[in-house]
């Protein structure tokens, strides 16, 4: 089983994102409730962003609940919302402790008061740290966050503020929810689902991409090793060869 020591600092990836998924199923096995699952997801996220913060990667982040979460049984959203709550409050203190910068993604308007409340007053007072940032995406939708972005520019062109000669890929960018973030090295989902689900899709234009055969709360910090490692015996070409790059 490979360590942390087996990384290769100077070749980390700067954001690794992560699409946690399989709490459901990893419930189902142990003849539980769903939520059993979201509430083991919990430690492989603390887990995980702690791992993160040891190799000092810039970037983390975590598709925590998709637009299409709306869609799942109150229950099982109810409990999402909550775990977040409580987590939120209790890691306040790690977070700080690990100079890590809080951030999130998505509709924050349609998540509820509790939440949004507890998730401003995390982000605002980690606002100045200065080490890694996680970003939490919250009924997250990369088509509606595209969509939103488009809305603005369009907006904006409409009164004259932006011609449309313009617009380059700078200009969206900077309207896109994840403007304060760079492209996505390494993206990782877990469960063996091998899917985006709408996740990022700009950001994953020169992603590498891994795909584990792990249930989410099962995903500990030797899977993460092992999806670095797997990074870093990659060629990364962006559309150029193999000869121009050396
Ligand atoms: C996917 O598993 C997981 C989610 C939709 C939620 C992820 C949330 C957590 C890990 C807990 C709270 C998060 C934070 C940041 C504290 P699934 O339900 O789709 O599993 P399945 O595919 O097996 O049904």
Redesign the pocket.
């Known amino acids: 089983m490979h360590t942390l020591e087996d990384v290769n600092k100077d070749r980390l990836p700067q954001h690794v994102a992560i699409i946690?998924?399989?709490?459901?199923?990893?419930a189902k096995q142990r003849g539980k409730l769903?939520v059993f699952?979201?509430e083991n997801?919990?430690e492989?996220?603390r887990q995980t962003v702690e791992s993160c913060a040891k190799l000092q990667i810039p970037f983390l982040t975590?598709y925590?609940?998709?637009t299409e979460?709306w869609n799942r049984p109150k229950v099982e959203v109810d409990t999402?919302m909550r775990?977040?709550v409580t987590?939120l409050k209790k890691e306040l203190k790690t977070l700080h402790k690990n100079n890590i910068r809080l951030k999130a993604i998505g509709k924050m308007d349609t998540l509820p008061e509790k939440v949004r409340k507890e998730l401003e007053e995390v982000i605002s007072k980690t606002s100045k740290n200065t080490g890694m940032t996680v970003t939490?995406a919250l009924s997250y939708g990369s088509r509606e966050e595209i969509k939103t972005a488009v809305q603005q520019i369009a907006t904006k062109v409409k009164n004259n503020i932006i011609s449309p000669e313009n617009i380059d890929e700078a200009v969206i960018n900077t309207h896109l929810y994840a403007h304060f973030l760079p492209d996505v090295d390494l993206l990782i989902r877990t469960?063996g689902?091998c899917r985006i689900s709408n996740f990022l899709l700009w950001q994953i234009a020169y992603a590498e991409l891994y795909f584990i055969d792990v249930?989410?709360p099962d995903f500990r910090e030797h899977h993460l090793v092992e999806a670095i490692l797997s990074y870093q015996n990659r060629e990364r070409r962006f559309g150029k060869t193999s000869e121009q790059l050396n």
């Open positions: 946690m998924d399989g709490n459901g199923r990893w769903r699952g979201h997801g919990v492989s996220v975590l925590a609940f998709s979460n999402l775990l977040l987590a939490l469960s689902e249930f989410w």
